[in-house]
């Protein structure tokens, strides 16, 4: 089952332009990760947030979490071509094995 | 070693053949698993393993057999497969449980011909 919803499923911009990819979730969690999938790629991570937190910055992301709404974001500052990708939220279950990845953000940059 | 290595990273196989995907890790992880990945759709939790015992599997069909020997080693067997079965399989790891980020492979693409 897909706990993560992203939204919006596609996204183009230019390059330098920030970039805001949005994840809702269904039940509690312990923490809520992001990860990159370059086309046809394993996936990297790139950013955990623990349901503790509201604000977590890496380089040019930056990631909220709002347990109240169950929802999170992730920003790209001066986005470069290179961070063209797919985006996935993924959630544990409130402490579960296992992580459960959301539809995804296909992201363009254009240079 | 800060890696996963998958093996083969390409692999077509007939519906009647019986084939292995290999993982591999280096890291001390303790947690490996395997998803499955359709075109354009988020990877999807196939296997679980915790210190080399299974435990979580997804309802995963009996064609599908994973193995863990050792700690490094994660193996997916193969056998009797369906054209829809054809998918980037991914393998992952993850230094503790529950997991505070997995390292991917970069996935082995089947097609089942």
């Known amino acids: 089952s897909q706990q993560g919803e992203e939204d919006p499923q596609a996204l183009s911009i230019q390059e330098g332009e920030n970039a805001t990819m949005n994840c809702s979730y269904k039940?509690?969690?312990?923490?809520l990760q992001w990860y990159r999938q370059n086309s046809g790629r394993g996936l990297v991570h790139l950013i955990l947030?623990?349901?503790?937190?509201r604000e977590k910055h890496s380089g040019r992301l930056r990631v909220t979490l709002d347990t109240s709404k169950k929802s999170s974001s992730l920003l790209i500052t001066a986005s470069r071509a290179a961070d063209t990708a797919s985006y996935f939220c993924?959630?544990?279950?409130?402490?579960?094995?296992?992580?459960?990845f959301g539809k995804g953000t296909k992201l363009t940059v254009n240079p | 070693d800060t890696e996963v290595t998958q093996t083969p990273k390409h692999l077509v196989m007939g519906m009647t053949n019986k084939k292995s995907l290999k993982c591999e890790q280096h890291?001390?992880?303790?947690?490996m698993y395997w998803y499955k990945q359709k075109a354009k759709k988020p990877p999807e939790l196939m296997f679980v393993?915790?210190?080399?015992?299974?435990?979580i599997n997804e309802s995963v069909p009996s064609r599908f057999s994973p193995e863990c020997p050792n700690s490094s080693l994660l193996n997916l067997h193969l056998h009797a497969l369906q054209p829809e079965d054809s998918a980037l399989y991914l393998c992952?790891?993850?230094?503790?449980?529950?997991?505070?980020?997995?390292?991917f492979g970069s996935g082995t693409r089947l097609t089942v011909v």
């Open positions: 393993y915790s210190y080399e015992k299974l435990s």
């Open positions: 993924a959630t544990d279950q409130g402490g579960s094995e296992k992580l459960v």
């Open positions: 992952a790891s993850s230094q503790r449980q529950p997991p505070d980020g997995y390292t």
């Open positions: 890291m001390g992880h303790r947690a």
């Open positions: 039940t509690s969690i312990n923490n």
């Open positions: 947030i623990r349901s503790n937190e």
